[in-house]
Nanobody
């Protein structure tokens, strides 16, 4: 069983930056596919970014490409999401997802991940 725990959310102004962190315990972190999703009120949970454990390949939703960066530190069992040039439409609860079964694949559908954090709120004011 993997337990992701997010931190780093908060309030930012449009154009500002935030960095989210997710520590995943309970399983060898280096073999976990890690991803960030977000869910705004009244909307479905959507893929934001993911990183494979095999070669560190990264994947992004078009809406965040060029602004957000996902990275991982296997020594710290931590994945990060650096969010720059924030926009009000980035406001959402951000969730960290982890899965040891994907063998290097990064899935963009939420149902592909079996382990989730509790979420951290990100609010961007205009």
């Amino acid at each position: 069983q993997v337990q992701p725990v997010e931190s780093g959310g908060g309030l930012a102004q449009a154009g500002g930056s935030l960095r989210l962190s997710c520590v995943a315990s309970g399983r060898t972190f280096s073999v976990l596919t890690m991803a960030w999703f977000r869910q705004a009120p009244g909307k479905e949970r959507e893929f934001v970014a993911g990183i494979a454990w095999t070669d560190g390949s990264t994947y992004y939703a078009d809406s965040v490409k060029g602004r957000f960066t996902i990275s991982r530190d296997n020594a710290k069992n931590t994945v990060y999401l650096q969010m720059n040039s924030l926009k009000p439409e980035d406001t959402a609860v951000y969730y960290c997802a982890a899965d040891p079964r994907l063998r290097g694949l990064v899935l963009t559908r939420a149902t592909g991940y079996e382990n989730w954090g509790q979420g951290t709120q990100v609010t961007v004011s205009s």
